[in-house]
């Protein structure tokens, strides 16, 4: 049988690990440890990385770093202005990545009840240990199931209306080629939820994301295929953004909402599985 990032058992396998680390990132992930720790002294009580540089994928260059850091306290308008200094300082050292996202939660809020199947899941199975004790110990083990599909990517509807304003007020090549790329990931990563449960499986790779989804939906394969490249390699032409505001968007949040329902807490709560929460609530653009 196919792995599809599952155990013998049907539950989720932690993906990435320090081992895995090119060396190219090595020098990076390195400073991140040190700086993150001076940074936030006592406050810290764990850092992770996730994303493609743990999965040993990330490319010289193109690849951004992100970390996700949890205090032991609510992180203050200081710990994310320090978190804001942290991602620019390691960003502009290192030629080798392409911007730094760092995610700033609490440990109540990473294990309440609340976030369980989301920021909790994302934690437990898309981060790998940096700093500090590993708050995965104290969370349940996952299956890809409608429960975890709706709770991470159930809220794309309330998100369009945002994502309509932020493409109004654009205007500058750069902010495109940001907005592209931000959409194109959440799109992807929802498709694949979408169709997670039937699949029964788990893949981070965006191209393959896309390649499972057409397999359920033929009829928006290729749109999806075409959101998969501009996640990787966004665009300037504020066009893109727009068909997935106007398009593929609306489509699939509602077909999510038929299949899934929708999640119960608003848009930013959490962590955002799907968008891989990479794709939400950065301190530095990719």
């Given at each position: 049988m196919e792995h599809r990032g599952l155990d013998a058992y049907g539950y989720f396998e932690r993906e990435g690990s320090l081992g895995q680390v090119q060396r190219a990132f090595r020098g990076a992930v390195a400073a991140a440890r040190e700086r993150t720790a001076e940074a936030y002294?006592?406050?810290?009580?764990?850092?992770?990385?996730?994303?493609?540089?743990?999965?040993?994928t990330a490319?010289?260059?193109?690849?951004?770093l992100d970390l996700l850091l949890v205090l032991h306290h609510k992180p203050s308008d200081d710990d994310r202005d320090t978190a804001e200094v942290l991602a620019r300082s390691?960003?502009?050292?290192?030629?080798?990545?392409?911007?730094?996202?760092?995610?700033?939660?609490?440990?109540?809020?990473v294990l309440s009840e609340e976030e369980r199947f989301d920021l909790g899941w994302f934690l437990a199975c898309l981060c790998t240990p940096l700093l500090g004790a590993d708050l995965a110990e104290h969370l349940p083990r996952y299956r890809p199931d409608?429960?975890?599909?709706?709770?991470?990517?159930?809220?794309?509807?309330?998100?369009?209306?945002q994502w309509r304003t932020r493409l109004r007020e654009a205007s500058a090549p750069q902010e495109y080629r940001s907005l592209s790329r931000l959409f194109a990931r959440r799109?992807?990563?929802?498709?694949?939820?979408?169709?997670?449960?039937?699949?029964?499986?788990?893949?981070?790779?965006?191209?393959?994301?896309?390649?499972v989804f057409g397999s359920y939906y033929p009829q928006r394969a290729a749109q999806m295929r075409a959101a998969a490249a501009v996640a990787l390699d966004p665009v300037e032409d504020p066009a893109v953004p727009l068909s997935y505001v106007e398009d593929l968007g609306p489509w699939l949040a509602d077909e999510y909402t038929a299949r899934h329902g929708t999640k119960t807490r608003s848009p930013g709560a959490g962590a955002g599985a799907g968008r891989c929460p990479a794709d939400r609530g950065r301190t530095a653009p990719a």
């Open positions: 002294g006592r406050r810290l009580h764990s850092a992770y990385l996730y994303g493609s540089v743990p999965r040993g490319r010289p260059g193109r690849s951004d390691i960003d502009e050292d290192f030629e080798e990545i392409d911007g730094v996202g760092v995610l700033l939660h609490d440990k109540d809020t409608s429960l975890l599909a709706r709770e991470t990517n159930g809220d794309l509807a309330s998100l369009l209306p799109l992807v990563r929802t498709g694949f939820t979408l169709v997670m449960p039937r699949w029964g499986g788990w893949t981070s790779d965006l191209a393959e994301s896309a390649e």
